[in-house]
């Protein structure tokens, strides 16, 4: 063990990969409102509420059906996804022609909606998930303990993170959805099917964020509250990236949980505060975003 | 022809004219009447929000900007009255400027890091900063933590009216309230109203007009935080208390649930949604959890059925301008 700027190496890399836990969940979950937002035009306010489910769907399989982490993993983002095609054929739909904000005010009273009937049957307490007995346990690495749950979490996220960068940037369904975005009445032309498109998407969104929330389960402990605590900070993360670019999403989502974990290190007081400290001033000297394309 | 156009104008003119003068005379009589039929305290409760709706209506009906942070003014300047009044013994009236003059400098900070950024992203900008100084909130010593601040003294306004009386301190509220509810109005018939409009229905239009639009834009977010702060204030006399409630995202949900329900965009609209809400809350106070299960049924309902609010669809069926 030894020291870095006083600090011994064991909080600071212990911290360091806290935060880029926080970072691959910020990842994912911006990730989602930015593919959400090409295709839609609307703020999913519910992303954090649909995250908060992700983690309780894991939560009541394994209490009542008895189905462990790795099916959950599966399981989860379907069945999540799914509400969500649902709520985008209900109501979404419907609010194509209306300004962003309405889209905006729906969502958020979807996600009153949930975190109140969560909250009404499981209070607002958390439950523990136990981590699954594969991934139990961890490696010293000299310098730092590393939980192997942990490291999976980052490697898998990771992994997620890049197939949907690939996907929508290298694919010719990516090149659909992208031309969607420029131009939906022009592709529409050409004998596809944008609405399916768009109720897809956002279902594969919703579905990220229950992916998000599943592998955040055995982390943080599943509570009602958890969606509304992160989507917030995930707010100020996708308006320092910018929604323009899905890799620049990505990237700010990993670097902001890095720096998150370093203020925690450096300064306690401000580690829940930096990240909008960070929003401020990237506002004030690049106000489109660091990706964004014009405002 | 000219003239049965000119006529009918006018006549709609003064139609429209009457529909509000009649209005405001039954809101006021209203408001006189309640505190003898209801409990006093209740109606104030529903009064401060009306101004706090009828503050953020002035942003989000009338240029056009969401803001979901609200409650950051509403909030702190209820913590730095009840500390005026608390720790430094000062006079309700006091009190109450100091509030309002702390929610007009957030304001300023606040809108001038807002307004550089258009549409989805202001919402999302407005909650953050919100966020983060109710996270500063829950830190500092001033506000208490989770406690909040407790038995706010109301003490005597100017030396002379003793608001321990439930009846006077009515009286001061109604009539602060009256007096920023008419200012607001003033405002958004000025001809500085005019140019927020102009902005609301086409910004770049009105920049190509020669309308420096970001300080029209900052100087009504400034007014919305103020009247909001004002709010904050009279309610922190009110209850005796500011606590971390007022500072959280979900009141900031709450004033936007009260001027949708009203009708965004009407003047009487989010003083009708603020009894409104504040009337469902208090009924329905034993419901635990599931008020914000109604109050996520009503967000949807209004946005999918009427977009117009219940004052909006008043005035839309009456043909008048409520």
Not at chain 1, 60 to 69: A, E, K, R, S
Not at chain 1, 124 to 142: F, V, W
């Amino acid at each position: 063990m030894f020291e870095i700027f006083g600090v011994p190496s064991y909080a600071l890399f212990g911290q360091l990969l806290l935060g880029l836990i926080n970072g691959s969940f910020y990842a994912l979950l911006s990730l989602g409102l930015a593919v959400i937002f090409g295709m839609l035009n609307i703020i999913n306010f519910t992303h954090g509420a649909q995250y908060m489910m992700g983690a309780f769907v894991a939560y009541m399989l394994l209490q009542y059906l008895g189905i462990n982490y790795w099916a959950a993993l599966v399981i989860v983002p379907i069945l999540v996804g799914a509400t969500g095609i649902i709520i985008e054929r209900l109501f979404l739909a419907r609010l194509q022609k209306l300004d962003p904000l309405y889209g905006l005010l729906l969502t958020f009273g979807l996600a009153l909606i949930i975190e109140g009937v969560f909250r009404n049957y499981y209070g607002s307490s958390g439950k523990p998930y136990d981590i699954p007995d594969a991934l139990q346990g961890g490696h010293n690495l000299g310098f730092m303990f590393l939980p192997n749950y942990r490291a999976w979490v980052i490697v898998f996220s990771l992994a997620v993170c890049l197939v949907t960068w690939f996907a929508i940037e290298r694919t010719r369904l990516g090149s659909y959805l992208r031309a969607a975005t420029e131009n939906p009445t022009l592709v529409r032309a050409f004998g596809i099917d944008v609405p399916r498109l768009v109720t897809l998407t956002y279902g594969f969104g919703v579905g990220l964020a229950a992916l998000a929330g599943v592998m955040a389960a055995p982390i943080y402990n599943v509570s009602p509250q958890m969606g509304s605590d992160i989507i917030i900070v995930v707010f100020a993360v996708v308006v320092i990236g910018g929604m323009g670019s899905i890799m620049g999403a990505i990237l700010t989502g990993f670097t902001l949980g890095i720096v998150e974990g370093f203020t925690k290190v450096f300064f306690p007081e401000a580690s829940n505060t930096v990240i909008f400290v960070i929003m401020v001033i990237v506002l004030l000297i690049r106000p489109a975003g660091l990706f964004g394309r014009g405002i | 022809m000219a003239n049965t156009a000119d006529a009918a104008a006018i006549r709609l003119h003064r139609r429209t004219d009457s529909g509000l003068g009649i209005a405001a005379v039954v809101m006021v009589t209203c408001l006189v009447v309640a505190p003898f039929v209801l409990y006093p305290v209740f109606v104030m409760k529903a009064l401060c929000f009306a101004l706090f709706a009828c503050a953020f209506n002035l942003l989000i009906g009338y240029v056009g900007l969401v803001s979901f942070g609200h409650a950051l003014f509403f909030g702190w300047a209820s913590y730095l009255a009840a500390h005026a009044a608390k720790s430094w013994g000062l006079q309700p009236e006091l009190a109450v400027v100091i509030g309002t003059a702390t929610a007009a400098l957030l304001g300023f900070v606040g809108g001038a890091i807002a307004i550089r950024r258009q549409g989805i992203y202001f919402a999302m900008i407005t909650l953050a900063l919100a966020q983060m100084m109710y996270l500063v909130a829950l830190r500092v010593k001033l506000t208490g933590g989770e406690d909040g601040i407790q038995d706010v003294p109301r003490g005597k306004l100017f030396g002379a009216f003793d608001l321990n009386n439930e009846m006077t301190m009515y009286a001061f509220v109604l009539v602060v309230v009256l007096a920023a509810l008419f200012l607001i109005y003033r405002i958004i018939n000025s001809p500085f109203g005019e140019v927020l409009k102009a902005i609301r229905e086409n910004e770049l239009r009105s920049i190509s007009l020669g309308y420096r639009t970001d300080r029209y834009k900052l100087a009504a977010f400034v007014l919305s935080a103020t009247l909001a702060g004002l709010a904050g204030s009279l309610k922190a006399l009110v209850f005796q208390l500011a606590s971390l409630t007022d500072v959280h995202w979900t009141m900031s949900g709450e004033v936007i649930l009260m001027t949708l329900v009203g009708g965004l965009g009407t003047v009487f609209g989010p003083v009708a949604g603020a009894f409104i809400i504040v009337a469902m809350e208090n009924y329905l106070a034993p419901l635990g959890q599931w008020v914000l299960v109604i109050q996520g049924a009503i967000f949807v309902a209004c946005v999918l059925t009427f977009r117009r609010g219940i004052v909006g669809e008043l005035a839309s069926w009456l043909r008048v301008k409520l």
